[in-house]
């Protein structure tokens, strides 16, 4: 039997005994058939599948035996070429494997690889669908994978479709596939059907992340161009529901329609599929398209006729390619009218577009006409962009140039029954009508225009209610720019009595403009009315305030004074301070001045003063040196230079300190002119607190050059020493108040995200200290009994200092000021250099001479002085 040993002695070795005799003891465990199977993988191919035979004979059921055995017997033939018996043998021996392998789904999927190996169509086929129907549903996907790669390698596409099909029962999501195969097998009429009956479908969610708008693309750009091949489909009907159901694709849609029609040389349906889609599309993107499109047709039309004439001259088609030139030609020609149309398929509403299509048609006036009948027929001025109006002007301008007043006055006519949506537009239109009138010199009819516009309605009709929910022809009375025209109007071409009537109504509509108070007022002064000038004057200024009402004072208050000069005094004064009354002080200066002239020429000079005097308080910052040096001017003028004193000392007090020092200069030049020393000196110390002795640029400012001037040419040591201490002192308030600003500044320095190392913090601290000892020295024990407190400097105090110290900001006194008494005197008869501006005891810098100098002696240092706490850091970091 096969469990004994073999039969052929010389196939077995020494150390197969071992693995028979387990056998023989027990045929039917796998373990010891395993083992022997194992010892045998080197043996030769006969050998391992005899041994292999013998133990599925015991064990018939066992898949390890069998997947072991059926891999080494491909790997036996994988090299031998189709047709071989031994590849025969392997196929029956998979067939004898799957009488009890048939739910191993492995043993079916290498057995369905080799035979799509070995391109046996029918054979592998069949071999597919006993798989399927063995194997469970939820292994069925493993085997499809491998059925549909062999339908896709099928040399018979019929049966490749019929797999499809099958399959998309099983998965009908992969219908996408199916499609791309009929495509690559070139069956376009079925994959075009299965296309549409997918997208028929409301619920589809493409696998390949598709949107519908995708693949209805694909679909029309399949049916166009497959024209002669799909005719299961209505490829029109189709292509026109793409149109409605996805409008930003329209222009390529249009021309996928087109070619459709072309493909069939159907080239009439072709034209008006391209003319229906430039009639319809609305946007420039979409016209390009169709447009560009279109002109490539026809090129090509006249040149396939061009060729056929040279090859075949005929008089019929020689007659056709004019007739298609000339059809091109006027293609060209309708390229701006066709895209106008487009953009006002985008907007109609656009008056701007509107006017540039009637633009077009210059020189022909039946579409200029029709064209402006369309647009006020078809702009709705509540939703119109641009001003509704000038379709309307534009309208009646046409007629007009063509000496048709008759039908202008028509149209404007009608332009003013038109529910426009502001009164601007309204009254745009009646100022238009009254302007043509003028230009045809038709001044009756002009007047007769804007009366009739300007009619004011009953007073039960008006009131902000009422007229809220009117139309814009019950506001219309209220225009200014209308009734201001027709004031105009009426002073060239009416009388006196009509031009003031329709000046008072303004007035008694109130809605006036201060420029429409100057006119009316100049308009009365121009017929001698001076006091129906002047009452129209003070009507403005009651209906106006400032700052708006300044430009109806000024020409009043000139114009008042220039008619009665002297004669009415408390009249003039009590309008000059009328239009005071409440005038910022921005534009205060202007009255002031016109008010002091007109006392300096009429009245007395003391109140011209007085009125100065006013102003220097009542006018804005930038405008007070100039009153003060006006007010100063007079006052010399008038009453001589001593009463200026008392002007020179309130500008000190009431002009910002940036001017003070320039108006201190002056008051001090005048007193030295005066020959008042005295007083220009203290003069110059008390303008010397705000100003700071050195410039940007590092000079002496101009203030301290003048006083320094001034000391050498009128003063003395004495005085000399007290300007340079005064000097010193306002220099060293100045640095003083740079050093507590940049340590503020420095107090709010921001730290680093990451911490501040410490070592860097003693750093900055160092930096500090040594900024701060470098611009502002401190005094090491202080005296207390030396100290006055101060947050501010309040003044130059004799022997003191203003400065920060230890003890804080204040007064310190001052040590050179006590020492200087103690020195020796010169003698009365030697000269003093007074233009030298520092002390004589400058200090002398000292240099630290280096220790490497003195070598190991240890000289130059001294290791008794003690040493603080920051000296010991600074030595210990430099040593390190």
Same mark, same amino acid.
């Given at each position: 039997?096969?469990?004994?040993?073999?039969?052929?002695?010389?196939?077995?070795?020494?150390?197969?005994?071992?693995?028979?005799?387990?056998?023989?003891?027990?045929?039917?465990?796998?373990?010891?058939?395993?083992?022997?199977?194992?010892?045998?993988?080197?043996?030769?191919?006969?050998?391992?599948?005899?041994?292999?035979?013998?133990?599925?004979?015991?064990?018939?059921?066992?898949?390890?035996?069998?997947?072991?055995?059926?891999?080494?017997?491909?790997?036996?033939?994988?090299?031998?070429?189709?047709?071989?018996?031994?590849?025969?043998?392997?196929?029956?021996?998979?067939?004898?494997?799957?009488? =009890?392998?048939?739910?191993? %789904?492995?043993?079916?999927? $290498? &057995?369905? *690889? @080799? #035979?799509?190996?070995?391109? /046996?169509?029918? !054979?592998?086929?069949?071999?597919?669908?006993?798989?399927?129907?063995?194997?469970?549903?939820?292994?069925?996907?493993?085997?499809?994978?491998?059925?549909?790669?062999?339908?896709?390698?099928?040399?018979?596409?019929?049966?490749?479709?019929?797999?499809?099909?099958? =399959?998309?029962?099983?998965? %009908?999501?992969?219908?996408? $596939? &199916?499609? *791309? @195969? #009929?495509?690559?097998?070139? /069956?376009?009429? !079925?994959?075009?059907?299965?296309?549409?009956?997918?997208?028929?479908?409301?619920?589809?969610?493409?696998?390949?992340?598709?949107?519908?708008?995708?693949?209805?693309?694909?679909?029309?750009?399949?049916?166009?161009?497959?024209?002669?091949?799909?005719?299961?489909?209505?490829?029109?009907?189709?292509?026109?529901?793409?149109?409605?159901?996805?409008?930003?694709?329209?222009?390529?849609?249009?021309?996928?329609?087109?070619?459709?029609?072309?493909?069939?040389?159907?080239?009439?349906?072709?034209?008006?599929?391209?003319?229906?889609?430039?009639?319809?599309?609305?946007?420039?993107?979409?016209?390009?398209?169709?447009?560009?499109?279109?002109?490539?047709?026809?090129?090509?039309?006249?040149?396939?006729?061009?060729?056929?004439?040279?090859?075949?001259?005929?008089?019929?088609?020689?007659?056709?390619?004019?007739?298609?030139?000339?059809?091109?030609?006027?293609?060209?020609?309708?390229?701006?009218?066709?895209?106008?149309?487009?953009?006002?398929?985008?907007?109609?509403?656009?008056?701007?577009?509107?006017?540039?299509?009637?633009?077009?048609?210059?020189?022909?006036?039946?579409?200029?006409?029709?064209?402006?009948?369309?647009?006020?027929?078809?702009?709705?001025?509540?939703?119109?962009?641009?001003?509704?109006?000038?379709?309307?002007?534009?309208?009646?301008?046409?007629?007009?140039?063509?000496?048709?007043?008759?039908?202008?006055?028509?149209?404007?006519?009608?332009?003013?029954?038109?529910?426009?949506?502001?009164?601007?537009?309204?009254?745009?239109?009646?100022?238009?009508?009254?302007?043509?009138?003028?230009?045809?010199?038709?001044?009756?009819?002009?007047?007769?225009?804007?009366?009739?516009?300007?009619?004011?309605?009953?007073?039960?009709?008006?009131?902000?209610?009422?007229?809220?929910?009117?139309?814009?022809?019950?506001?219309?009375?209220?225009?200014?720019?209308?009734?201001?025209?027709?004031?105009?109007?009426?002073?060239?071409?009416?009388?006196?009595?009509?031009?003031?009537?329709?000046?008072?109504?303004?007035?008694?509509?109130?809605?006036?403009?201060?420029?429409?108070?100057?006119?009316?007022?100049?308009?009365?002064?121009?017929?001698?009315?001076?006091?129906?000038?002047?009452?129209?004057?003070?009507?403005?200024?009651?209906?106006?305030?400032?700052?708006?009402?300044?430009?109806?004072?000024?020409?009043?208050?000139?114009?008042?004074?220039?008619?009665?000069?002297?004669?009415?005094?408390?009249?003039?004064?009590?309008?000059?301070?009328?239009?005071?009354?409440?005038?910022?002080?921005?534009?205060?200066?202007?009255?002031?001045?016109?008010?002091?002239?007109?006392?300096?020429?009429?009245?007395?000079?003391?109140?011209?003063?007085?009125?100065?005097?006013?102003?220097?308080?009542?006018?804005?910052?930038?405008?007070?040196?100039?009153?003060?040096?006006?007010?100063?001017?007079?006052?010399?003028?008038?009453?001589?230079?001593?009463?200026?004193?008392?002007?020179?000392?309130?500008?000190?007090?009431?002009?910002?300190?940036?001017?003070?020092?320039?108006?201190?200069?002056?008051?001090?030049?005048?007193?030295?002119?005066?020959?008042?020393?005295?007083?220009?000196?203290?003069?110059?110390?008390?303008?010397?607190?705000?100003?700071?002795?050195?410039?940007?640029?590092?000079?002496?400012?101009?203030?301290?050059?003048?006083?320094?001037?001034?000391?050498?040419?009128?003063?003395?040591?004495?005085?000399?020493?007290?300007?340079?201490?005064?000097?010193?002192?306002?220099?060293?308030?100045?640095?003083?108040?740079?050093?507590?600003?940049?340590?503020?500044?420095?107090?709010?320095?921001?730290?680093?995200?990451?911490?501040?190392?410490?070592?860097?913090?003693?750093?900055?601290?160092?930096?500090?200290?040594?900024?701060?000892?470098?611009?502002?020295?401190?005094?090491?024990?202080?005296?207390?009994?030396?100290?006055?407190?101060?947050?501010?400097?309040?003044?130059?105090?004799?022997?003191?200092?203003?400065?920060?110290?230890?003890?804080?900001?204040?007064?310190?006194?001052?040590?050179?000021?006590?020492?200087?008494?103690?020195?020796?005197?010169?003698?009365?008869?030697?000269?003093?250099?007074?233009?030298?501006?520092?002390?004589?005891?400058?200090?002398?810098?000292?240099?630290?001479?280096?220790?490497?100098?003195?070598?190991?002696?240890?000289?130059?240092?001294?290791?008794?002085?003690?040493?603080?706490?920051?000296?010991?850091?600074?030595?210990?970091?430099?040593?390190?």
């Amino acid at each position: 039997s096969c469990g004994t040993m073999p039969a052929e002695e010389d196939e077995l070795d020494d150390t197969d005994l071992l693995y028979e005799e387990d056998i023989l003891r027990n045929a039917y465990s796998l373990k010891y058939w395993w083992r022997y199977i194992q010892a045998k993988r080197r043996a030769p191919p006969r050998q391992r599948n005899l041994i292999a035979e013998r133990a599925l004979k015991y064990l018939p059921g066992c898949y390890k035996v069998w997947h072991a055995y059926l891999n080494d017997r491909r790997e036996q033939v994988k090299f031998r070429r189709p047709g071989d018996p031994k590849l025969d043998q392997l196929s029956r021996t998979y067939e004898r494997a799957l009488v =009890y392998m048939h739910k191993m %789904p492995r043993i079916w999927l $290498d &057995y369905l *690889e @080799f #035979l799509s190996a070995q391109h /046996r169509t029918t !054979e592998t086929r069949r071999a597919f669908d006993r798989a399927l129907r063995a194997l469970p549903i939820t292994q069925h996907e493993r085997v499809w994978e491998l059925y549909l790669n062999f339908a896709r390698n099928c040399k018979v596409p019929e049966t490749a479709v019929r797999v499809y099909k099958r =399959y998309l029962q099983f998965d %009908p999501d992969a219908v996408e $596939d &199916y499609i *791309e @195969f #009929l495509l690559d097998i070139g /069956r376009v009429s !079925e994959a075009a059907l299965k296309l549409a009956e997918l997208l028929n479908r409301e619920n589809f969610v493409s696998l390949r992340g598709k949107s519908r708008h995708k693949l209805w693309m694909e679909l029309c750009e399949l049916v166009c161009k497959n024209p002669s091949q799909v005719k299961a489909l209505r490829v029109e009907a189709i292509i026109r529901s793409g149109l409605r159901t996805f409008s930003d694709e329209a222009g390529h849609l249009w021309c996928a329609l087109a070619d459709f029609f072309i493909r069939q040389a159907f080239f009439e349906q072709a034209r008006d599929v391209y003319e229906e889609g430039i009639s319809s599309v609305v946007t420039v993107r979409d016209f390009s398209m169709i447009f560009d499109a279109y002109t490539q047709f026809e090129e090509s039309l006249i040149s396939a006729q061009m060729e056929q004439q040279m090859a075949t001259p005929d008089d019929d088609v020689q007659e056709e390619l004019e007739m298609r030139l000339a059809r091109l030609e006027r293609l060209m020609e309708r390229r701006p009218e066709l895209l106008s149309s487009v953009l006002l398929r985008q907007n109609p509403h656009s008056v701007h577009e509107w006017l540039k299509r009637a633009a077009l048609f210059d020189g022909q006036p039946a579409k200029v006409i029709h064209t402006f009948a369309t647009a006020v027929k078809t702009v709705d001025p509540q939703l119109a962009i641009g001003k509704p109006h000038n379709l309307w002007l534009q309208f009646a301008k046409f007629y007009e140039d063509h000496n048709d007043l008759k039908n202008a006055r028509v149209i404007l006519r009608k332009a003013t029954q038109v529910p426009f949506k502001t009164v601007e537009d309204l009254a745009a239109v009646w100022t238009g009508w009254a302007e043509m009138e003028l230009r045809a010199k038709k001044y009756n009819e002009a007047l007769a225009v804007l009366a009739e516009a300007t009619i004011i309605p009953p007073a039960a009709n008006r009131g902000k209610e009422k007229e809220a929910n009117a139309p814009v022809q019950a506001r219309l009375y209220k225009h200014t720019k209308l009734w201001a025209f027709y004031a105009d109007l009426q002073e060239s071409l009416a009388g006196f009595d009509a031009t003031k009537e329709t000046y008072d109504k303004i007035f008694e509509l109130r809605i006036v403009t201060p420029q429409l108070v100057l006119n009316y007022a100049a308009f009365l002064e121009e017929h001698k009315h001076f006091e129906l000038a002047f009452q129209a004057f003070e009507k403005g200024v009651v209906l106006f305030k400032h700052p708006h009402v300044l430009q109806i004072w000024l020409p009043y208050l000139t114009k008042f004074v220039a008619r009665y000069g002297g004669t009415k005094l408390e009249r003039a004064r009590d309008l000059f301070e009328q239009a005071l009354e409440g005038c910022p002080a921005a534009e205060a200066h202007k009255l002031y001045l016109l008010f002091a002239k007109f006392e300096e020429e009429h009245g007395l000079v003391r109140n011209a003063m007085s009125i100065y005097d006013r102003a220097v308080d009542a006018v804005a910052i930038e405008k007070r040196l100039e009153m003060f040096n006006m007010y100063i001017a007079k006052a010399a003028e008038y009453f001589g230079v001593t009463k200026t004193r008392d002007i020179y000392e309130h500008a000190i007090n009431k002009l910002p300190s940036a001017q003070v020092a320039d108006m201190c200069m002056r008051y001090a030049n005048l007193e030295r002119k005066l020959g008042e020393v005295d007083r220009a000196r203290a003069i110059y110390m008390h303008g010397a607190q705000d100003v700071n002795p050195k410039t940007p640029t590092g000079a002496d400012s101009t203030f301290w050059r003048t006083w320094h001037d001034f000391e050498v040419a009128h003063g003395n040591e004495d005085t000399f020493r007290e300007m340079l201490r005064i000097k010193r002192a306002v220099a060293t308030q100045f640095t003083d108040a740079a050093v507590v600003t940049n340590l503020m500044v420095g107090d709010k320095r921001p730290r680093d995200e990451g911490g501040e190392n410490p070592a860097d913090s003693m750093e900055a601290l160092e930096r500090d200290v040594d900024q701060f000892s470098a611009l502002a020295p401190v005094t090491n024990g202080a005296d207390p009994s030396k100290f006055s407190a101060a947050s501010a400097f309040a003044g130059a105090r004799p022997g003191f200092v203003f400065k920060m110290d230890v003890l804080g900001l204040g007064y310190y006194l001052d040590e050179h000021s006590e020492a200087e008494p103690a020195e020796a005197q010169p003698p009365a008869s030697e000269e003093i250099n007074i233009d030298d501006d520092d002390d004589d005891d400058e200090a002398i810098e000292q240099v630290q001479v280096p220790a490497e100098v003195f070598g190991s002696a240890g000289l130059g240092t001294d290791e008794s002085e003690p040493l603080g706490a920051l000296e010991r850091i600074k030595r210990a970091k430099s040593s390190a």
